[in-house]
């Protein structure tokens, strides 16, 4: 299947804008939040990672000098809700310690500076991918970069926007060159993408309904 040319990823973008209105993420009220957020959120529901936020912040953890002094075990524990929770304590004391290093504690401080330094610099924190990095970025650090996850890929493999073989610097690339380098345009798209992702484009797609229904699709692409 090729998708016409008529079909780019700026209308995609209006199409959902549409149909689901904004999104007004990301869903945490710091950006302190935000980054601890996105590495709780690695392969695990939301929900789970609310409860666990939850008990950080009952804690006093939603601070990164805290995070960077508590024992690992010991933020083990709080974070129990979300899976893997021993590797996420141990990827959060990770970022703490950076965070500390850089700026004293400070995420909007650590996060300020040219954004590619930033990124490489994130990535070389352990379990800290592009995801997560880019997440953190974008959602705690507004700077605009597109943020590439599972629902991403598969909206955009079903619809021939890329290959089965795209990598997420591939991906990322599409966005980064089809839309306006916003922070607001990607914040929103990102979100739109896991909304549709979460609603209709599971791994087995529920195309009725769905926003993107008229538009040539496969729904059992990989
Ligand atoms: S559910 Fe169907 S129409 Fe909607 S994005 Fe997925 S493949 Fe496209």
Known sequence: MVTSRRYTLGLMFETLQRACGPQRWWPADTPTEVAVGAVLTQNTSWKSVETAVAAMKAAG????????????????????????????????????????????????????????????????????GPETADAILLYAGRHPTFVVDAYTRRVLRRHAFIGADADYKAIQARFETALPRSVEVFNEFHALL?????????????????????????????
């Open 61 to 128: 953890l939603l601070d990164f000098r805290r995070v960077d002094a508590i024992s690992e075990s010991d933020l083990a524990d709080v974070i129990r809700p979300t899976g893997t929770y021993r590797v996420k304590a141990k990827r959060l004391k990770a970022l703490a310690r950076w965070v500390c290093r850089r700026a004293g504690g400070s995420i909007e401080r650590a996060l300020e500076g040219e954004l590619s330094e930033l990124r490489r610099q994130l990535l070389t924190i352990r379990g800290i």
């Open 194 to 222: 896991v909304e549709i992702g979460k609603r209709h484009c599971r791994t087995r797609a529920r195309c009725e309904g769905c926003p993107l229904e008229s538009w040539p699709h496969d729904s059992t692409a990989a």
